[in-house]
């Protein structure tokens, strides 16, 4: 960023710091108003010190549909699209009824709840897993189903692929050592224990190398995680990978487990097993099978889940629970508001079937292709990919999607510029596409994206290749 005050750069920011902060000035104070009482990691993601003035979450007020209305009044088309939950939009009226019944009859938890076991059988019959377990997150899911997996091998290490999340405990927060292919894994963050990487393998995804890895320790490793298709690289899709992956763990007895937060229910109601043709032992869902409300589901065959309850016994024999369990709690799973919303968003989806998927999927591809159309054509160094309904940018070359050969505050800038213009984005560019989303958003979104790089390209925040071809 050029210092001179005078520079392009800087007036053009000054004026969309200007307008932004005025555009969005409720959310801004509500920001300051509560920073010393709220401990709120997402109030200074993506710090940045030139942009600290527009550095502050947009708060929500009340959402339809594809759109978000904020504090100040504002209306956005919303791309966040709850992180990936809003698979149908926002507040769809199935949804809506689904959760006021159940106010209407209480919020019982304690006693077993009502839904839980259609909402179980829902899950096996769309997913093909035996069985399923109900819990709060998907943080929760996978911290369940690698214990499941170690209960039932009895074998501590995991291996997992550098590039995946798997949610925010201990266990999964941790990150190659060295960038050399040496699968030692270190903890990522302060306060989490040195010695939780001393069981994981981290490995590199889609390479046939790591299936050495896998082959060469297999009696030690209790599972292999796998986000099908991580959302830091949608354009990376290895089905003869996985495949491979699943002949292997299933050769040498290790649980494979699909982490499906992002893929479930989304790229086909089968979810990503069912798209790649591969059967994991364990599969973790959440996000859109919630419907809003908080889930984890922990889905897979009996040998693994049967550690949760000892395994299937009858009334009027002698039969009784025959496998040891290990530890599976929660005030809240089974939450009776959850599996009402839960219900409801599977007894849609097996309604509507794959076309339901097919469409917006479909729809998500013209809309990329679109996107990268006029990117290549207005030479913008950024191109999306998608899988799905879920599309980030892609790397060019071998930068990774968050350095983006656009100047990295370019970047930044555009997400601001588009909010600035009526379009909530994560601030890397991530987004997800729902039912709601019409043909007039998408174009709506097209043109600010458009206006946008201008603006930047401007203010000297994006490389401008015509002015430099009229300058040579
Ligand atoms: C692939 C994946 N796994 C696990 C999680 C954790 O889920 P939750 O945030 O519900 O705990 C997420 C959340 O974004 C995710 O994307």
């Known amino acids: 960023m050029n210092e001179d005050k005078n520079s392009s750069q800087h007036k ?17 104070q509500f920001t300051q108003l509560y920073r010393s009482v709220l401990a709120d990691h997402r109030v200074s993601e993506g710090f940045h010190l030139p942009l600290k003035q527009m550095c502050y979450p947009i708060v929500g007020k009340h959402s339809l549909g594809s759109r978000i209305w904020d504090v100040d009044g504002n209306e956005y088309i919303d791309l966040i699209m709850g992180l990936g939950i809003n698979l149908f939009g926002h507040n769809p009226p199935f949804i809506k009824e689904a959760l006021i019944e159940q106010l209407e009859q209480g919020i019982q938890i304690g006693c077993q709840a009502e839904f839980a076991g259609e909402v179980a059988e829902l899950v096996c019959e769309l997913t093909g897993m035996a069985r399923v377990a ?48 040496n699968p030692d894994a270190i903890a990522i963050a302060p306060g989490i224990l040195p010695n939780c990487a001393e069981d994981v393998l981290i490995l590199d995804y889609g390479n046939p190398q790591s299936l050495e890895v896998i082959k060469d ?70 996000k859109i099978v919630g419907g809003g ?14 550690r949760i309850d000892g395994g299937m016994w009858n009334y009027g024999d002698a039969s009784s629970p025959q496998v040891e369990k290990t530890v599976f709690a929660g005030t809240y799973c089974k939450h009776p508001l959850a599996l009402a919303a839960a219900r409801a968003v599977l007894k849609h989806l097996k309604t509507e079937g794959f076309a339901l998927q097919q469409q917006l999927n479909q729809r998500t591809s013209q809309f990329v292709q679109r996107l990268n159309a006029y990117f290549e054509a207005d030479e913008v160094p950024i191109r999306m990919a998608h899988f799905g309904s879920y599309f980030a940018p892609a790397s060019l070359g071998n930068s990774s999607p968050s350095k983006n050969s656009a100047s990295s505050i370019g970047m930044k800038l555009l997400s601001y510029h588009l909010v600035d213009r009526g379009i909530l984005l994560r601030g890397e560019g991530t987004g997800f596409l729902s039912t709601a989303h019409t043909d007039e958003d998408l174009n709506c979104l097209i043109q600010a994206v458009k206006d946008s790089v201008k603006e930047l390209r401007e203010g000297g925040f994006l490389p401008n290749p015509s002015a430099q071809l009229a300058k040579a």
């Open 293 to 306: 409300m908080p889930i984890g589901i922990i889905a897979g065959k009996a040998v693994y889940m049967d």
């Open 217 to 286: 320790r297999d009696r030690e490793l209790a599972a292999v995680l796998v986000e099908p298709v991580q959302s830091s690289r949608p354009d990376l899709q290895p089905k003869a990978f996985l495949q491979q992956l699943r002949q292997l763990t299933k050769e040498s007895g290790i649980a494979l487990i699909f982490d499906e937060m992002i893929t479930g229910f989304r790229i086909h109601p089968g979810g990503a097993q069912a798209w790649f043709g591969v059967e994991a032992d364990i599969a973790a869902y959440g």
């Open 12 to 28: 053009s920011l000054a004026a969309l710091v200007k307008r932004y902060t005025n555009r969005t000035k409720a959310s801004k």
């Open 134 to 181: 109900l819990s709060n997150t998907g943080t929760e899911a996978m911290m369940a189903a690698i214990r499941l997996a170690r209960a039932t091998t009895g074998r501590n290490k995991i291996a997992m692929f550098s590039g995946s999340y798997h949610g925010h405990f201990d266990g999964v927060l941790v990150k190659a050592k060295t960038p050399d292919g």
